[in-house]
Nanobody, 122 residues
């Protein structure tokens, strides 16, 4: 019954911005830690950002610190990733995921969306 659906990806020039959304259904949204991960061709899926159940704690991988902001609105069952100052190296498929515990390891998240493509051109 759990379903996560990402949206908001697209093509943007370096230096631009995108806002990704992930709408969740199934379970109680506020009861889950949420994370954003990304995967580029030939690369392992990597942690990008995570947020605690109440939104009070956010964590980022070093390469996006200061540029990306994760947030959530539990009343809308939605988690967001605001991506500013995008770089070519940010190009990847971005996935949202939810889990019980706050971790940085993809295998420890239980539910995943289908992904949304983000392409940053120079």
């Amino acid at each position: 019954q759990v379903q996560l659906v990402e949206s908001g990806g697209g093509l943007v020039q370096a230096g631009g911005s995108l806002r990704l959304s992930c709408a969740a259904s199934g379970g109680t949204f506020s009861g889950y830690v949420m994370g954003w991960f990304r995967q580029a061709p030939g690369k392992e899926r990597e942690f990008v950002a995570g947020i605690s159940r109440d939104g009070g704690l956010q964590r980022y991988t070093d390469s996006v610190q200061g540029r990306f902001t994760i947030s959530r609105i539990n009343a809308k069952n939605t988690v967001y990733l605001q991506m500013n100052s995008l770089e070519v190296e940010d190009t990847a498929v971005y996935f949202c995921a939810r889990g019980v515990d706050f971790t940085y390891t993809p295998s420890e998240y239980r539910d995943w969306g289908q992904g949304t493509q983000v392409t940053v051109s120079s």
